[in-house]
């Protein structure tokens, strides 16, 4: 292994300057869990039987907001919900789980948006309607809670793309020149566009890109992880490629590692919904405590993995000391950009 786990400043405590550790931007919307061994459902008017329906914390946005909070991060969510019994759900869920909502804005004229997620453990298939959620642009996010942030995480940008988008380029650009680091998760493009001008623009201002394997090369245009790396590493310095139940990839310049699920993880995968969004809270935590981009890899393929362990995408999300501990059993396997075994 190379980098520890448990050097560099704690995320919160007196004597931080900032106000907030992470300030989270995106997607907040309920999920409908299925669950079940079949999941696919069955027109015609016929009734299928599955494992289980449920109501849980959903958007990309909101689940890292969640898994960020678990491990000690001060975090503030900036999204939109409508003024229904959905938008009272995520609001009463993220206050209880300690993120600040002050930047939630509540639309009265637009209906919150939902997802509903089907689930048989290791696969999913997800249908959103958006509604409000689509409607969040730069100038709701505000501008006192981005200066007193350490680190700025963008969700679901192609959910957002043309509300957020026009303004996310300028959003970045004042949060690094204020001292404050960006990280952004494209997750997918419902649209299958894969980008163009303004998201080239936002990429400039993005510090850590966090894409998984398909997105990866979606974004890049080429066919394999490693014909992608060095296309998406041209445009941002530190990137972290997210590959499941095989771990990840960290590419930082000429450096590239692959780290390997867990060893100490126990039980089996129940449900992989949100693994992504807290594989990302863990390694913004990680950055925050000052590990390099290898280490804090190792902490969000910790905290990723721990969370397919329960339904849902924030049930499972360890607290910091679980976390760390579990990071321990994380083997990285150091490698050049030309092979890497994936």
């Not at 639309?107 to 959103?128: K, Q």
């Not at 200066?147 to 700025?152: I, P, Q, T």
Request: with cysteine; proline share 6%.
């Amino acid at each position: 292994m190379t980098g520890p786990l448990v050097t560099g400043p704690a995320v919160t405590g007196p004597g931080t300057a900032a106000e907030l550790d992470l300030l989270v931007v995106g997607d907040c919307n309920p999920d409908v869990l299925v669950l079940g061994n079949d999941v696919v459902p069955e027109f015609g008017q016929q009734e299928k039987l599955v494992g289980s329906i449920s109501l849980v914390v959903g958007g990309s946005a909101a689940i890292t907001a969640v898994a960020a909070a678990r491990l000690g991060l001060r975090v503030s969510l900036a999204a939109v919900v409508g003024a229904d019994p959905a938008g009272e759900f995520m609001l009463a869920q993220l206050t209880s789980e300690g993120v600040d909502t002050r930047a939630i804005v509540v639309r009265p004229d637009l209906a919150t948006g939902m997802t509903v997620a089907l689930s048989n453990g290791t696969d999913r298939a997800i249908i959103t309607a958006t509604a409000a959620m689509t409607s969040l642009t730069a100038g709701d996010v505000p501008r006192a809670l981005l200066a007193g942030a350490r680190h700025l995480h963008v969700s679901s940008y192609f959910l957002l793309e043309r509300s957020l988008g026009p303004g996310l380029a300028r959003l970045l650009a004042d949060a690094r020149a204020s001292g404050t680091t960006t990280s952004l998760d494209t997750n997918w493009d419902p649209a299958g566009r894969w980008g163009g001008d303004p998201l080239r623009e936002v990429l400039a201002q993005t510090d850590v890109l966090l894409p998984n394997a398909e997105e990866a090369c979606r974004l890049s245009g080429q066919p394999t992880v490693q014909a992608a790396l060095p296309v998406l590493t041209s445009a941002v310095a530190k990137v972290v490629i997210k590959l499941g139940a095989s771990g990840a990839l960290s590419a930082d310049g000429s450096l590239l590692q692959q780290v390997a699920p867990p060893a100490g993880l126990a039980g089996e995968v129940i449900d992989a919904t949100g693994a992504g969004d807290c594989f990302n809270a863990g390694l913004i935590a990680g950055l925050l405590r000052g590990l390099d981009l290898a280490a804090a890899t190792r902490l969000g393929c910790a905290v990723g993995s721990a969370s397919t362990r329960a339904a849902g995408g924030t049930a499972a999300a360890p607290d910091l000391a679980a976390a760390l501990a579990l990071a321990g059993t994380v083997r990285t396997l150091p490698t050049g950009l030309g092979a890497f075994p994936v």
